[in-house]
């Protein structure tokens, strides 16, 4: 588990009673879920419990059927225009496989919300960018590339050198190591790590990779039964009294990554591992 996490303040997303549905089907009811500042929070779930429909709801893509959705203390459903455009600025966001347009090269890609939000002229756009393409690690030539051109793992990048563009307080992330070998998911990880120390970030993560969750997450929420089922650190989320989440934390993957991370942990605390 991540044993340099930062002390972490108030809230910065409240959650308080949310319900979700489409027609008769209900996706989430009477959910709750505070989001701390300077934490990394991953959100893990089955298959079609709801994760992304979590994270449309707290952005403002979707509108919920009942609750409270507050993001810096701003009621998200009741925001007007103007308002919810000055909000979004404090969001980046990474949709599953990158949601690049495929027209644009990478510079152009992470331009696109420069130009929307704050209309700078065109030498400039091109200077943030090749400062965004930096950050995220990916070499100068690949700012003049389309995403076509780019392996997984720099489509991956990126994506994130965009969804920073604007930078944001608050990262989301939606399955974001998702078709990534291992070496290229452990990378990306610790690249996530590196920018939320480094920029002061909250991180907002949707994921199924259990080395993600043991190596950088402050906090897990399990979303189970239409609601978080419970959101702490790993080693109280791993004893839940749930089938699902015995399951998937005590089962032959959740050993092996807990075993892992137990094992690099005296050389988090010490380089020389003494």
């Known amino acids: ?43 893990v779930g089955g298959s079609g419990s709801g994760k992304s429909v979590l994270l449309r709801s707290i952005i403002g893509l979707g509108r919920p059927a009942a609750g409270s959705v507050q993001l810096f203390g701003e009621e998200v459903t009741r925001l007007r225009d103007a308002e919810r455009a000055r909000l979004e600025r404090r969001c980046g966001v990474l949709f599953q496989n990158g949601a690049l347009f495929s ?69 989301f992330l939606d399955e974001p190591t998702a078709g990534l070998d291992p070496i290229g998911a452990a990378a990306f990880d610790q690249l996530i790590l590196t920018l939320r120390d480094s920029l002061g970030l909250t991180v907002f993560l949707i994921t199924h990779d259990l080395d993600t969750l043991y190596t950088i997450c402050d906090r897990v929420a399990v979303l189970a039964h239409k609601r978080i089922l419970v959101a702490d650190a790993l080693d109280v989320v791993e004893q839940a009294d749930d089938p699902w989440v015995r399951d998937y934390f005590q089962g032959p993957r959740g050993r092996a990554a807990h075993a892992a991370v137990a094992r690099s942990r005296p050389a988090l605390h010490d380089p020389a591992g003494t």
């Open 1 to 43: 588990m991540n044993a340099r996490a930062p002390q972490v303040g108030e809230p910065v997303i409240r959650i308080r009673g949310l319900r979700n549905q489409f027609g008769a089907q209900v996706v989430h009811d009477n959910l709750d879920l505070d989001v701390h500042r300077g934490e990394i929070i991953g959100v």
């Open 103 to 171: 027209s644009l090269t990478v510079a152009e890609n992470i331009g696109v919300p420069l130009v929307e939000h704050h209309g700078l002229d065109k030498a400039l756009v091109a200077r943030l960018a090749a400062l965004k393409v930096g950050l995220v690690g990916l070499p100068p030539e690949a700012g003049a590339k389309y995403p076509s051109q780019l392996s997984g793992g720099m489509v991956k990048r990126a994506a994130l050198a965009r969804s920073l563009a604007l930078d944001p307080d608050i990262l």
